[in-house]
């Protein structure tokens, strides 16, 4: 593969479905042919990949181990799965599309990493917080009871661990590839669109597997797409995600590091988890609050100031380098 400089702005690659004639432009189509090949692979690797994890799980449950899994349906272990095959398929796609000595910037070494992860799990937790406070102050949800120590200690790990796993995903292998492509502003909104689909698609709750099999994941899959179909849904859910997205995209290309949209991103799986547990839905006020904490438009505009948040308090790390929040 060439190596093609990414300067600052979209690149040619943004735009590289517009030409099919030329060698480099064809090459961009087979580059996007693999990336869906990956996806596709992704889906399965995760239906087959849910039902051990599924066995797995309620096996340590008969033990009498992790006995809070209880709750969760099949398709919680579905979705887990789909990030986890997105993790390790992804080693195998860098090296498919051709890149060797690929390293991006925000994989390297940051001094003020705790300082950053810190204060984006203060915003996270902050937004989601005041969002929260909001919703029950309008009567759309009611107070359950304050979880205790073991809740507010899951929350935390839950939000920890999924931050760590799906920014060095997103915002650090996927968006390192296509900004290696296609420069930096390109990488932040398709990095972003991807990370709003991903999790856009989910199966419908409303799907019971009453028999888990090795089949059941991929029964699951046609029921993914449910929330298209549903315009408010895909207002409000699909345009939070992509928000979210845009917000930790930048966190990481304004710092040049991962570690504030980690904080960011666990911080908000936090208080989200929290707020599931300790309250109950008892209205909706569409399109401004959906049946999700994190579903309207609503939280889309709390996002967005958390944004001018993020900033505001960085600055755009410079070539070859981090630059100081």
Partial sequence: MARVSTGNGGGGWFWCGAGLGNGKNGGCVKEFGKILVYLCAVLAGGALLAPPLYWAAHGLMDAGWLLFLKKYAFQKY???????????????????????????AVFGRDSRRWVRFSGGFVLGAGVMAFLGAGYVWEGCYRLEGVPGWPGWVKALCSGVVVGLLEETLFRGAISGLIERRQGAWAALWWTSGLFAVVHF?????????????????????????????????????????????????????????????????????????????????????????????????????????????????????????????
Avoid: Y
């Fill in 201 to 325: 698609l989910k199966p419908d709750p409303s799907v019971k597997v009453a028999a888990v099999g090795w089949a059941s994941g991929f029964e699951l899959v046609p029921h993914m797409f449910h929330q298209f179909s549903e315009p408010l849904l895909l207002l409000g859910g699909f345009g939070t995600l992509l928000v979210f997205g845009l917000v930790l995209g930048l966190a990481a290309m304004r710092t040049g590091s991962l570690w504030m949209s980690i904080g960011l991103h666990a911080g908000l799986v936090f208080v989200k988890a929290l707020f599931s547990r300790g309250t109950e839905r008892v209205a909706l006020k569409w399109p401004w609050v959906g049946p999700e904490l994190q579903i309207g438009l609503a939280p889309v505009l709390v996002l967005f100031l958390a944004g001018v948040v993020v900033w505001g308090v960085t600055r755009v790390r410079p070539q070859g380098g981090n630059s100081p929040a």
């Fill in 78 to 104: 579905f979705n887990r799965s789909l990030l986890v095959s997105a993790v390790v398929l992804l080693w195998p796609l860098v090296r498919w599309l051709g890149v060797r000595d690929w390293a991006p």
